[in-house]
């Protein structure tokens, strides 16, 4: 019911060519994205990197609702086949298959050497982190503008809280249904450091999943990362897939 | 006894060439013996002082939050320093050090850095001058153009640095870190500076003045950095110091008052924070009855749980949101959380009706954000104490991790706060030599080594040494006993010829040892291009360096002579024993 009052304040706010509280847009987009369920799916991701070259890592990747609990194996490279992840409640474990060991890590370490850290697989609401920012007169700083041919939403949103990566950062969400296009994340001295494009987005039970998303480096020129997500499977998990034993057994 | 010295000089005067070879022998085991030691002791003074000390210091407070090791901070920088000035000397010089791994971008060319502090806003003492003066060997500007204060953040950098990055004197940097926060954060650094680096560990870092650091990485102005504190003699004093502020910083319970609003009623609260590990589950479930809510939920990684007083207040129940305010400990702000209550429980008898208690996760997050308000004894008084069989589940202000005693016992500590289990801040007060450790073997092995080879070297020599009075004794056979026939002792014998090895021994290891001194001079003198190679830590600007001890100088040359007195013990003994009559008749 919630869901179809924002959309309707929001169709009419688009309407009227007045803009939305930003507060708005941001639950919409978390309500658009956020599967209430079990998910399992295959992640690629090719980083190109200036000085390393590309690199291409495959992972399966399972979540269940319930806890937030995840868990990580990856298929490819060859240097990282068979390692792997396991978040469950506080505890973050990652498996190395070439000693068959678990070792505690923190959430804020790289993931297989990607540029993906443990917090980027935790699911955390838009709302909780971000709000709007205004502008010396205290007005929200949004506007109507176009991306390509696409109406769209831009906007500024600020951390409401310290541990996020990024502490500001400009949107572009599509006005007809919501979907973010385009983020621009900021340093906390209001520097560029990262842009990101949601290219595809497929639908799974109602909810949008962007299954293509490029990120460009922009404090460093030419590194890049296409995440590209596939096989996305819905519906209860077996509760034995998110311990150690599963993810060896996964790995070998 | 004069006769007999003379006697012993004035024989060995007479065999010139034969003892100026044999000393030859000696003072050079005796060289080699004492730059050996000088060598290792040097190395372990390199890593100690350029590399221990201006890392970890002697003693080093450190942080880790959240399990985060790159977040140091403490929210309370009065309350670090106070425990460190009180358990630390007068003399100890006491650092804050600040430093984060960086990416930086140059002319076209992308590196790794380390970003560091140098305090120079206090004052330096002539031992810092000099150390500074000796560590930054400016090519071009001016170390202490750090403290400028004009556009952009002054940095030195090495001049390897410099010259991968391709940057020069007046150009910028940009940098991306990770600030203590562990937000993403940038900067631009304008080169004030190009030095030449001391040894290896020099040329990677570049510097900035601390506070200039501590604002880039998003440190408020009561925030501290890991502190290192440095003495005269660690030796000594760096395990007692440690043990002292380990001490001094006991942590106690981490309390917020404040005003709580509930369904529009605004009231005084005390809330505290639980641990959400098992073992602190099972006593918040024993201790805490619940009267609504379900104990998985209320005990949980989410729960919030009010009082049934404070519940009844406010007409408030599960679901409901609380919004929280208290004062901050420093300035005039106030911060703010909210939390969603998930139970309501008949608090236990040493506890405020208008209490609350949080999961540590979201309590942490809002308790150092600010830092709330030191609390009034009496309140305190009302909380349970450490005697409560509540007490261990609940959130301390920080934890004080234990002292350890090896670097092992120390590896383990640190993966244990790694694991980011608890979710406040952890605080671990070490000494070198529980987390360097192993540099401390590295000597002692080194010492080892070279003790062994200039031994093996001096046993040859021995053997010379032993093999020539065997000769002198066979050869002087006849003048034993004709002095033994005008009335010179048997014990006389023995006495003449020790003191004979003796000096030679004693004037030999002297004459080594001014070699020694000498050879380490010159090779001193040499200048060694070691930049790119893991050996350069090894040199101190380009240079080798040998740090000789009076103790051991003097230890070596008494163990020398010493032992060529035991060496020549055994033939002049033989010779003693021989009576006037056997030693006359020998002939050859």
Redesign the interface.
Known sequence: MIKWIITALLLTASLAGAQPPIVTILKAMQDNVSISTDVRAMVSMTQQK??QGTKVFEMAYYRRDRDDAFLIAFAAPESEKGNGYLRV????WMYRVNTRTFQ?????ESIGGTDAKGEDFETRRLTELYQGETDPSGKEIIAADKLGAIPVWRFQIK?K???????FRTLWVRQDNLLSLKQQ?Y???R?L??TAYYLKYTQVLGKYVPIEQMFIDE??KGNKTIVKISGIVTGKLDDRIFTKAYLENLSN | MPVIFNIAIRNLVRQKRRNLLLGVAIAFGAMVLIMANAFSHGIAKVLFDQVVSYTNGHVAVTYSR?????SQVFYDDARVLAAVKKAAPPSARIEEAAGVFA?A?GNGI?DNVIMVGVDLNRTLTPEEVKHYASNFSMLQGSFLALKDTGPGCPVIISEQKAKYLRVKMGDVI?V?F??V???????QLTIVGVFKPANVFMASPVFLELHTLKA?L?YGPHDIASVRVNVKDPQRFAKSIADGIHAMLKPGLAVMTGTGVLRGTATPVTALGFR??SASQGIMHRGVPLSEGDSAAAFG?RGVIVAKELAAQCHAGIGDTLALTWYAKFGPDSGHANFVVTAVAGMTAKFPSNGVFINERDFY?AYY?PLPHSVSQELLKTLPDSSSPLYPALAPEFMLMKRCSTTDEYTKMM?EM????FKGIMVSVQSMYETASAILQVEAVLNLITLAAGLILFFIILIGVINTLRMTIRERTREIGTIRAIGMQRSQVLIMFLVETLCLAFVSSLAGAVAAFAAMGGLTLLTINAADNPMGMLLVNGHLFFAPTAGAVAAFIVFITALAGATAFFPARRAAKLTAANAMRHYE
Do not use: C
Request: aromatic share 6%.
């Open positions: 200036v000085d409640e506080d505890n973050f505690h890590i923190n959430r804020d951390a809280v310290a541990d996020v990566s990024y502490p994340s340093s906390s001295s520097a450091m990262n404090f460093e | 959240n399990g985060n090791m790159t990416r971008i992308a940009r991306r990770t600030g926060n562990n937000q993403a954060s940038s900067a880039l998003g959400t590990d990684y997050h954000a993966e790694g694991r980011g289990k």
